[in-house]
Structures are given as C-alpha cells and as structure tokens.
C-alpha cells in the first residue's frame, strides 16, 4: 500500500513539474503550446540514451533539461512572431515530429521497440521502498524550486512583461518592447521543465516507448490546467490531482468491472477528457482555484 | 513512369488533403477558428459510409450516408459547443476544438471498436493509359471530388446562402447589420463542413482502412494544405492538398512512408516563415 502511494505520488508529481512549465508558458504568458510531450520526450529520451552510456542520471537530467530548452529555439523562432492558433498548430505538429522521428530513428532510439531496461535512480540504495521514497523527496524538491523559480519569474520586471503580453501584446510592442523575444525565454523555460520531468519519467518507468508521447499527454496537462485554475500554482496542484484521481480511477473501475476491456476503457477515458475539456472552457475557463475577478 | 505512378496515388491523397483542408479554412474564414476536430469528422464520415455500405451494399447510398452522419456531427458540433463560445478567446475555441474531435473518437472507438475496417469493394482490372495504371474506383473517386467541389463552389458564389457565408467571413458585423442571420449562416456552413469532411474522410477509407483514428492521423496535412492554400482560400485549399499529396507520395522513396507527416509539417514551417498567406490568402494577416 506505501508502496501504492509513493508510486501514485511520484507520477503526480512529474506531471505537475509538466503542468508548471504550461502553467509559466499560457497561464503566465498566454502562450498555446499544444506541443508540450514533444519536450517531455526529448528530455526523456535524452537522458535515457545518455544513461546508457554509462553518463551519471545527475548529468543526464541535466542535460534533459538544457536539450528540450534548446529544441525549443528553432520552435519559437519560426513560429513565434505568428498569431496565437498559428502557434498552437505548429507546437502540436513539432511534438508529432519528434514522435515520428522518436518512431524511425531505429539506430538512435531502437524505434518502436523502445528502449527497455533504463537504470533507477538511486539504486545504490538497494530498491525497493527507500529507493522509491527518495526519488518522491527529490522529485518534490524539483517541483518547489520549479514552482519558486516560476513566482520569482513572474514577479521579475520580465514577469511583468510576461503577463502584459498576456493581456495587451499590441501594448507591450507599443512600449518599445520584443514580445517574441520575451516569449522565447518563457517557451525555453517551460520546455526544460517538461524535458526535466522526462528524465524523471523515464528513469522511473525505465521502460520509454514512442507511443507514450502521443499529443494525449499534452492535452492531459492542459485539462489538469484549466481544472486547477489557469496561471495559479495551487490550480496545478489541485488540477493534477484531480486528473490522477480520474485515470486511476478509472483503472479501479476496470477491475471492479473485468468486463470492460481496456480498449474501451481508453475510449471511454478519451470521451471523459475531450467532454470535460469542452465543459470547462464552456462554463468555468478559470478552473476550480482560478482568478475570480478576470475572466 | 514509376515517379508518374506516385504522382497519381499521391494526387488522390491529395483530393482527401485537399477537402479536408477546405473543411479547415471554410471554418477558420467564417467561424475564425482552427477546428481540430476536422480530423474526426472525416472519421465520421468513413464511419458512417461503412455501416450504410454494409446495411444496403451500395456504394452511391454509402456515399450519402456518410455525408448525412459526418453533416449531422459537424452541427451538433457547432450547437453544443462553437456556438456557445463565439466571440470567446483562440484558445478556448482550439481546446474546445480538440474537446469536440476526442469525444468523436472516444465515440467511434466505443460503438466500431479499434479493429480496422475496409470496404468490400469487388476488385476490377485498371486501366491502363499510357502505362499509368488508374482502377475503375479511382476515377469514380476523383470524379466524385471534382463533383463535390464544384458543387461547393457553386454554392458558395451563386447561391444566397453562399454570398451571405463570404460576407460574413468578409466582415461579421456589417453582414449582420446589413440584415444577414448569423446564425442560419452558421447552421449552413457546419452542414457544409461535414458534408465537405465526409467525403474526404470516405475516400480514405476506400483507399486505406477505417479506424478510429484515421482522420486524427491526417490532421497535420490538412493544417499545412490550409495554411500553404491560403487560410480563407476554398481554391487555395484544394490545390495546396492535391500538391502536398503528390509532394508526399514523391517523397516517400527518399525519406520512408514514416517521413510523410513530417513533410507535411516541414511545409507548413516553410509557408508559414516565406509566405504566411499562402497561395491565395488575403483575408487573413497573419503577422
């Protein structure tokens, strides 16, 4: 059961460092990154090949973090000067990128087999419970620097063009400043944090296979977004909670109910996030601990 | 003549970019959105030709089912949901957009199932000009596209309904002030939208296999077509597909079938840092 709960609680926590980076990237900024696994895989496949070659996870996590930052240049240097939905079109058509070049690149990535077999960390400690609690503690200590960092961002000066653009770009670029430059930052810092929670994924997992990247991640930590509140550090909290609540749940369901097979479950799962994804933007679009007085 | 035989397959993947695409930038000239839930509305489409195919056998029949059940999903569509959040932020329309194209498909897989489907069409000889092989279905497909465009077309530029869909994209406020219902316009366009969908989505569906996520999996082309087309360009849309399809199929012998999506996406990326209104775009600014 201890066991049980580290195990939900280390997933939970890898996707709130990915709802952190959204968080910073459209709650803060406004930017529509429907592209967020694209950088969750590369830092995950990142570190995972690093690994291999004998690099210490330290280093590896590292570069995780700095590879998926730097991949995100070329994204927002082409797509960034463009309109919001031009945007959003272009982030989900890199992640699918990556996802087929992930797919056939047999000699890097080992293709569709994926790469099996990838070390845990901490396994001096032996495995097992304390192996599996120190990699909680140390994911939880990632997460509040990260939530820090991302409060000490926003209320920086550049915070505070950050969120102009949010509200007036047309403002912003009046008062003598580059929108785009300043969007760049925000979409490399949000991309680290997803390439960050990556490396943490795959090395917990330790088994990472293309199809675990497929664009329904991202639009998970969208729902776990809006849920929780747009823009707000509790709302990704409380969003990824409900979220894992929802898909384990629906596990429980499944074995409460042998006779839904899984692939039903995954359609019916499917139907539950595209139906309350449509239900919160309609009626609720801040989410449960959003702004009250913006709309 | 091998290259010539990949130009043809790829101008029939090109008709079902380049409808699809028309899907796109009907919605995103008047309705001002990027629907991502295009892509499931061809799912529709080939859905509901199937099951109209197996229930009477005929592939006319199967044609207008597929219409009807794609046309009657793209209005609930636009009912239930786009109409509520007019005049609402980008970005809740495309996650909306998104919300929609899951519920679709969550559907599909909950009624059909995830094995794949095709069409029980009899096989016959092709025909061969001038050491091209074309087969009988082909051309019965691109005679139905070019049927259905031109049907388009006509309705868009000769009809009332259609003049009040291009005032409207033109400019929503003096189209209403000037007496046009926003609303009927509306209603006509999302039938249009899925009846356009539809036939792209049956045309894949006689050409690959139906699954759940067949048109998911085509919406990175039809986003590219669009934008290389011109957002707001019906012409533009179905050109920029047909060349995009044969773009691909010419591809494949140097990059891999896999490589074909990201040409896609390769091509938007160019269009959009060279030329951002595409071929025939004006309507939109798009920097």
Known sequence: MEGYLVAIGIVVLINVLLALGLTLQYGRTGLINFGHVGFF??????????????????????????????????????????????????????????????????????????????????????????????????????????????????????????????????????LGKNPASFKLRVLAVGAGLAGVAGAFYAHYITFIVPDQFGPIVTFYVWMAIIIGGVGRISGTLVGTAILMLFLEGSRFIRDLIPAIPEVEMASIRLGVIGIALILFVTYRPQGLMGDYTQR | MFYLQLALNGFIQGLVIGLGALAITLVFGIARFANAGTGDLL???????????????????????????????????????????????????????????????????????????????????????????????????????????????????????????????????LARVSGITVGRVMTALWLLVGAVSAVAGIILGMKTVVTPEMGWDMLLPLFAAAIFGGIGSPAGAVLAGILLGIAQELSTPFVGFTYKIALAFAVMLFVLLIRPQGLFGTIERVR
């Open chain 2, 43 to 173: 799912t529709a489409g080939a859905y509901g030709a199937l099951a109209t195919h197996k229930a009477t056998g005929s592939l006319v029949l199967a044609g207008i089912g597929g219409i009807a059940v794609a046309a009657v999903a793209s209005l609930l569509a636009y009912i239930l949901v786009f109409k509520r959040l007019m005049g609402r932020s980008v970005m809740a329309l495309l996650l909306a957009s998104i919300g929609v194209g899951f519920a679709i498909r969550a559907f599909h897989g909950l009624l059909y199932g995830h094995s794949q489907y095709v069409f029980q069409i009899p096989l016959s000889r092709p025909y061969v000009f001038f050491g091209l092989r074309i087969s009988a279905l082909d051309l019965a497909l691109m005679l139905t596209t070019a049927l259905a465009v031109a049907m388009l077309f006509a309705i868009l530029h000769f009809t009332a309904i259609g003049r009040q869909m291009r005032a409207v994209a033109d400019n929503r406020e």
């Open chain 1, 41 to 174: 895989a590369i830092g995950a496949y990142t570190s995972a090949l690093l690994a291999l070659q004998g690099v210490p996870l330290v280093i590896s996590f590292v570069a995780a973090g700095a590879f998926a930052a730097v991949s995100a240049w070329p994204v927002g240097m082409v797509s960034l000067r463009l309109r919001d939905d031009y945007f959003a079109i272009v982030t989900l058509g890199f992640s699918e990128t990556v996802r087929i070049v992930i797919s056939s690149e047999k000699w890097l990535t080992n293709g569709m087999q994926g790469i099996p077999g990838l070390p845990r960390l901490y396994e001096g400690i032996g495995g097992g419970l304390p192996a599996q609690l120190a990699v909680l503690v140390t994911l939880a200590l990632v997460v509040i620097a990260s939530a820090t960092m991302i409060q000490r961002i926003t209320n920086s000066p550049f915070g505070r063009v950050i969120e102009a653009i949010r509200d007036n770009e047309e403002a912003v670029t009046a």
